[in-house]
T-cell receptor
Framework: DGGITQSPKYLFRKEGQNVTLSCEQN?????MYWYRQDPGQGLRLIYY???????QKGDIAEGYSVSREKKESFPLTVTSAQKNPTAFYLC????????????FGPGTRLTVL | EDQVTQSPEALRLQEGESSSLNCSYT??????LFWYRQDPGKGPEFLFT???AGEEKEKERLKATLTKKESFLHITAPKPEDSATYLC??????????FGTGTRLKVLA
């Protein structure tokens, strides 16, 4: 089955810690995205990548970092600089950058202790 | 400013009671409009993509329609398993997808 996997499902972070969220897809999609979902708000774009070794900041990139070393993988690091990281994080991919439907993974819920 | 507004915020229906969800948008240059279903604690599940005014798509009890200013998701004879949050999104640029805040649907048996 083709799809997008995210791990872990739940993640707890202590103050001052960096944590990394995993996102893997086997859909052979070129573009990948990271969104943040907070209650009562629409999804907000953190970072996106259209090809390997290239990524761009989205609307709320401060305190986050990403890498795209492989087509299938797009991990997100939430750094200690992100002051309010508690949220539901969603990874998505699309076949072609900017011209196609986005498909989402199951999400990671990050909680700051 | 590009914007997506969904209404109502929440909707309670009796099983079999048909209704419609609304997604109003203002965007300069619509590239596509997307409907997703999201269950609590899960990622959005893709339902439909609409590209041009007048387009309609159907899947089981759901039908999506598109005009130049809004989209409707019609739910015919809903069942309790249709309970979820329904998200609307528009693509306003190459990487610019704008999401609404969703409609929480509860279908009572």
């Amino acid at each position: 089955d083709g799809g997008i996997t995210q791990s872990p499902k739940y993640l707890f972070r202590k103050e001052g810690q960096n944590v990394t969220l995993s996102c893997e897809q086997n859909l052979n999609h070129d573009a990948m995205y990271w969104y943040r979902q907070d209650p009562g708000q629409g999804l907000r774009l953190i970072y996106y990548s259209q090809i390997v070794n290239d990524f761009q900041k989205g609307d709320i990139a401060e305190g986050y970092s990403v890498s795209r070393e492989k087509k299938e993988s797009f991990p997100l690091t939430v750094t200690s600089a992100q002051k309010n990281p508690t949220a539901f994080y969603l990874c998505a991919s699309s076949l072609l950058p900017g011209t196609d439907t986005q498909y989402f993974g199951p999400g990671t819920r990050l909680t700051v202790l | 400013e590009d914007q997506v507004t969904q209404s109502p915020e929440a909707l309670r229906l009796q099983e079999g009671e048909s209704s419609s969800l609304n997604c109003s948008y203002t965007v300069s240059g619509l590239r596509g409009l997307f409907w997703y279903r999201q269950d609590p604690g899960k990622g959005p599940e893709f339902l439909f993509t609409l590209y041009s005014a007048g387009e309609e798509k159907e899947k089981e009890r759901l039908k999506a329609t598109l005009t130049k200013k809004e989209s409707f998701l019609h739910i015919t004879a809903p069942k309790p398993e249709d309970s979820a949050t329904y998200l609307c999104a528009v693509q306003a640029g190459t990487y610019k997808y704008i999401f609404g805040t969703g409609t929480r649907l509860k279908v009572l048996a």
